[in-house]
């Protein structure tokens, strides 16, 4: 993909073209990379999550929602790599898709940052817990 990749991440980026879900569990290669498509499942690569430095997952357009469940999977699975969204990802969306447990992001079409800053800022507290660090606004109150 030739899209500009955002990173929320300290670590070198991982440059690796990423495999197929199909192919790597073939066992076909010994990528580090890997690509979820939508409908495939992502606890099939539960197993293998130590020798990934990066799974990418497939946003065929933006209403469809099973990358999400793909991310939080890997994450409560124990996945502490480079989690990436492509395809159709909207601006608005990746405030939603970092607390799911996306990390870095290469989207179909070009991102305005000022306005990805503005969606990321725009809701300070969260109602629940999810894959980021934030704590529900409950929490802090009756901790």
């Not at 990358?67 to 939603?96: F, H, K, M, W």
């Amino acid at each position: 993909m030739g899209e500009t990749i955002l990173r929320f991440r300290d670590d070198e980026p991982h440059d690796e073209p990423a495999e197929t879900l199909d192919s790597f569990l073939a066992g076909k290669s010994n990528a580090t990379a890997v690509r979820i498509e939508a409908g495939d499942d992502a606890r099939a690569l539960l197993p293998h999550i130590e020798q990934l430095a990066l799974i990418e997952v497939s946003f065929p357009g933006f209403r469809d929602g099973r990358g999400y469940s793909a991310a939080r999977v890997l994450r409560e699975g124990g996945y502490n790599g480079e989690l990436r969204a492509a395809g159709d990802v909207l601006v608005d969306q990746i405030p939603l898709m970092r607390r799911c447990g996306f990390d870095s992001f290469a989207p179909e079409a070009p991102v305005d940052i000022a306005v990805l800053q503005t969606a990321l800022d725009r809701y300070d507290q969260v109602y629940q817990r999810a894959a980021d660090p934030r704590l529900p606004v409950w929490k802090m109150r009756h901790g």
